[in-house]
């Protein structure tokens, strides 16, 4: 007990500052229905640019630490709730592509200026003691710091229980319409909100600088933190949050030391790390359906179906398509054959990506995780003499209960908890998972020999191209096959409306997890073929197995369009093949890419809320629907959400082809 | 005085209001009729400021406020109480009405929405989506007495429920129209509008087909235009 009492304290501390990342995450997520995916990013460029003026242009930390904040926290909070706003109708998947694209592109840009080294930096305010609780003394920067965040945590459930814009915030979720017709102004609602989210994060990175180092990497995993107390809140109760938070801190700072007497185990060693994500899975596993709620779900746009080519063009395309890659070898100089296989690699992975995305409506942040499981797998399975085909089947099935175990826990509560927890789990395999022997162990490495079956040298390159070529058209052939299937007819019939299909009978749920367990399967698949290419697989963070990388990938698959075969394919190229050519081939560009892929991935997410060729007819004719003019044009779809039954209405059935009814949000 | 000059308006998918001019006096109770879809939703938007006007001009108390915004509006006394339930489901009764009451006024507002809904005072803390459609209702019609407006603009308050309840909307609307606001009433009961309103309109596809006092048109007219319309 005593023991515990000395760690309280920095657990605390610590704790505190969670609770400030987790306000922010669940002030926005309330308030607009956009769950913020790069509001650890915020964080990070906060502490760079404190960074930057305070060290390197040398300002005194009291100037510095406020131009960080306005800039990053008041201009950033502004620029994000814009973007908010352009997502407000959109459908989850898109909202997660665009803060995944923000997320990012936030990385990109901070690695790109400031390297992704961990920047050491000396703490800034006085870190004497003030008094010592047994063997820990409580420096000034602790309490500074602890009593910074508890203020505004109070601050902030004062203004929320207390007051009229408090409640304003959970008003403009409900009906932002109404907001303004009762006399508040909406948009000054959001932006309110939006400010404050931005400007937690940017005090938590800049307070976390000096104890963590600058680093948008490790910044970015320690939201993870955040999602764990936000799970404990419920992602809407702010009180919860704190006490999620405070109990994850104490937790982080406790258990190392029970757990170092238990096993010297590593892995067990490493276990108090992922408390905050243990917790999310445990919340996600344990509350009730109607205690989690998916917000916004309600405005959402439905996607329109794509376009289906004729027989003789599709047949067309894939033979054309299959003559090509055949022939890639012929034209392709074997130096740089390497590049080809790995993009059908990642292709599979794509493929396996969209499939979930835009058959399903889910998205996952994981997915190169899943790819690692296969990889991993195989490698072993390599290593025990098991031949390669056999050694591919066993890996995407060892995916397969791991795609089920992420999925379940989440599917039951909607799109956004499904890509919360599977970011989750991405981050907590990049930490723990991974060092595990069944994975790549404490070496973080693994080989994963290319094959030589029935005399055929496929460790040989172009040999081995085929062979990726040859699983790449297998894992395309179950995408079809699974579109055209009974469970794609299911899956097309839940996109259009999820309650009647309930109301048929179909354990809708059921269907989510095995789509996702088949997705699982395929991303593993290319994992294998991926690790292929250069014989090992490690889990570094620079790796392709990477929490960023599976970020990368959702950025890139969002704006490479939604075909089941030639947007994976040409997401593929984009992200893995073009950098070897002109003029991608600079280190500006490789520098930069995911900016560019984060900025794309924006865009699309937006467009159609830009309402391009509806501004340029607007310009003629001013007028419309301007009902809540901060969200755009998309808002004025808005006042029709609840379906009101009239029977004799002369309302045309077309007169708002793009709008969903109640659809995913008829649980509430 | 609340005037529609004029006024065309619509939605991306065309135009609905062709030249629509009505005039709320001080004081008085103007209701406006017509079949489905004949725009009178639409007419209410626009003079809360929901929807912008392509031509035309709104006044309140002769200051010209077209395509001012609704929360703008708000502050000129215009109170909108939209069709469907004009509620915030995910808030109590109480934050409800908190957030209808003028800033500075919330516990007078709350006393007062009170003493005239007794049954909103009993369920203060219940968060409003889980009340009965009625109750919901009622709390919505709230924000007519605790907004303290001017202008009242109210859209089939009385959709879906039952008799009963309907009945005792309207003795709050004539309750309203004693205390000598200005409302502007969209109602399907018919017979029950006419009985508050000092003026009626009726509009069909989008225009004033009849602009008058209630006595100048019988229910058949009424009726007729009704039937009128969904016969064509
Ligand atoms: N948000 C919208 N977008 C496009 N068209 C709309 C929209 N709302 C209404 N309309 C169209 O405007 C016309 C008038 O609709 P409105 O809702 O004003 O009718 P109403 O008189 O209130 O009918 P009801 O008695 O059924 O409520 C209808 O043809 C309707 O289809
Ligand atoms: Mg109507």
């Known amino acids: 007990m005593t023991e515990f009492l000395v760690f309280l304290p920095s657990g605390i501390a610590i704790g505190s500052v969670y609770a400030l990342v987790a306000l922010g995450l669940v002030l926005t997520y309330k308030t607009s229905g956009i769950f913020n995916f790069a509001h650890g990013g915020i964080a990070a460029v906060a502490a760079y640019l404190f960074y930057e003026l305070h060290i390197r242009q040398g300002w005194h930390w009291a100037p510095a630490f406020l131009v960080s904040l306005l800039v990053v926290g008041v201009l950033g909070g502004l620029l994000v709730e814009r973007l908010a706003a352009l997502l407000g109708s959109a459908p989850t998947v898109m909202v997660v592509v665009a803060t995944v694209g923000l997320l990012v592109l936030l990385q990109s840009l901070m690695t790109a200026i400031y390297g992704s080294a961990n920047i050491f930096m000396k703490s800034y305010l006085p870190t004497n003691t003030l008094f010592t609780l047994g063997r820990f003394g409580v420096t000034v920067e602790d309490l500074a710091v602890t009593g910074f965040s508890l203020g505004a945590g109070a601050g902030l459930y004062v203004l929320f229980e207390r007051t009229r814009i408090g409640k304003s915030t959970t008003a403009v979720v409900d009906d932002p319409n109404l907001l303004s017709l009762q006399g508040t102004n909406p948009a000054m609602v959001r932006r309110l909100s939006w400010i404050i989210g931005s400007c937690f994060a940017a005090v938590s990175g800049m307070f976390l600088a000096p104890k963590l180092g600058v680093s948008v990497n490790t910044l970015i995993l320690l939201v993870i933190a955040a999602y764990g107390a936000a799970a404990l809140g419920r992602f809407e109760n702010l009180l919860l949050t704190v006490a999620g938070a405070m109990v994850i801190g104490v937790m982080v700072a406790y258990l190392p030391s029970q757990v170092s007497k238990i096993s010297s185990n590593p892995l067990v060693q490493n276990l108090p790390g992922n408390t905050p994500f243990l917790l999310l899975f445990l919340v996600f596993l344990v509350a009730p359906t109607r205690l989690l709620t998916e917000r916004g779900v309600a405005n959402a746009r439905r996607t329109r179906p794509i376009r289906t080519f004729s027989r003789p063009v599709t047949y067309g395309g894939f033979a054309l398509l299959g003559a090509v890659l055949l022939l890639v070898p012929t034209f392709v100089p074997n130096a740089e054959m390497t590049q080809y296989a790995s993009t059908l690699g990642y292709f599979i992975v794509f493929a396996s990506l969209g499939m979930l995305v835009w058959m399903s409506g889910q998205i996952s942040l994981c997915q190169m995780s899943f790819a690692a499981v296969g990889a991993a797998t195989a490698g072993h399975m390599l290593q025990h003499g098991i031949s390669w085909p056999l050694a591919l089947l066993i890996a995407g099935a060892v995916a397969i209960p791991v795609g089920a175990l992420v999925s379940i826990t989440a599917i039951r509560f909607g799109g956004i908890y499904v890509a919360i927890a599977t970011f989750g789990f991405a981050i907590a395999m990049q930490q723990v998972g991974y060092y595990t022997s069944i994975l790549f162990g404490q070496a973080q490495r693994i080989d994963v020999p290319r094959p030589e079956i029935l005399g055929v040298h496929f460790t040989e390159i172009v040999p081995f191209y085929y062979l990726c070529l040859a699983v790449a058209v297998l894992a395309g052939a179950v995408v079809l096959a699974v579109r055209a299937s009974r469970l794609g007819s299911l899956l097309r019939a839940m996109s259009d409306s999820p309650t009647a299909l309930a109301a048929h009978g179909a354990n809708t749920t059921l269907i989510k997890v095995v789509v996702f367990c088949i997705s699982a399967f395929l991303a593993a698949l290319g994992g294998v073929v991926i690790s292929g290419v250069p014989q090992n697989a490690s889990g570094a963070l620079t790796g392709p197995f990477s929490v960023t990388v599976s970020l990368v990938m959702v950025a890139v698959l969002g704006f490479a369009g939604r075909r089941p075969i030639a947007s994976p394919l040409l997401a593929a190229i984009l992200f893995q093949l073009i950098r070897i050519y002109p003029p991608f081939n600079t280190e500006g560009f490789l520098k930069y890419q995911g900016v560019i892929f984060g900025l794309l991935a924006i865009f699309v997410a937006i467009s159609p809320a830009l309402n391009i060729r509806g501004a340029i007819a607007r310009v003629s004719s001013a007028s419309g629907d301007r009902r809540d003019p901060s969200a755009g044009p998309v808002r004025a779809r808005l006042d029709s959400a609840p379906v009101k039954p009239v029977a004799l209405r002369s309302t045309p059935v077309g007169a708002e082809p793009e709008l969903v009814g109640s659809g995913k949000g008829a649980g509430r | ?232």
């Open chain 2, 1 to 232: 005085m609340l005037e529609l000059r004029n006024i065309t308006a619509g939605y991306d998918a065309g135009t609905v209001l062709r030249d629509v001019s009505i005039t709320v006096p001080d004081g008085a109770v103007v209701a406006l009729l017509g079949p489905n879809g004949a725009g009178k939703t639409t007419t209410l938007k626009v003079a809360s400021g929901l929807l912008g006007t392509r031509s035309g001009q709104i006044l309140v108390d002769g200051e010209d406020v077209t395509n001012k915004a609704p929360y703008q509006l708000a502050r000129h006394g215009v109170c909108h109480v939209p069709e469907g339930r004009g509620i915030f489901p995910s808030l109590s009764v109480t934050d409800n009405i908190r957030l209808q009451a003028p800033a500075r006024n919330f516990k007078a507002s709350l006393g007062n929405a009170t003493s005239v809904f007794p049954r909103l005072g009993e369920r203060a803390k219940q968060i409003s989506r889980t009340m009965s459609g009625g109750e919901q209702q009622m709390l919505a019609l709230c924000h007519a007495y605790v907004s303290d407006p001017q202008y009242i603009l109210l859209d089939e308050v009385s959709m879906g429920l039952a008799p009963k309840i309907v009945e005792e909307i309207f003795e709050y609307l004539h309750d309203l129209a004693r205390q000598g606001k200005s409302m502007l009433l969209v109602e399907q009961y018919v017979a029950q509008a006419l009985k508050l309103a000092d003026y009626v309109y009726i509009m069909d596809r989008g225009t004033i087909t009849f602009a008058g006092e209630p006595g100048e048109i019988s229910e058949e007219t009424i009726m007729n235009s009704y039937l009128g319309s969904l016969a064509s």
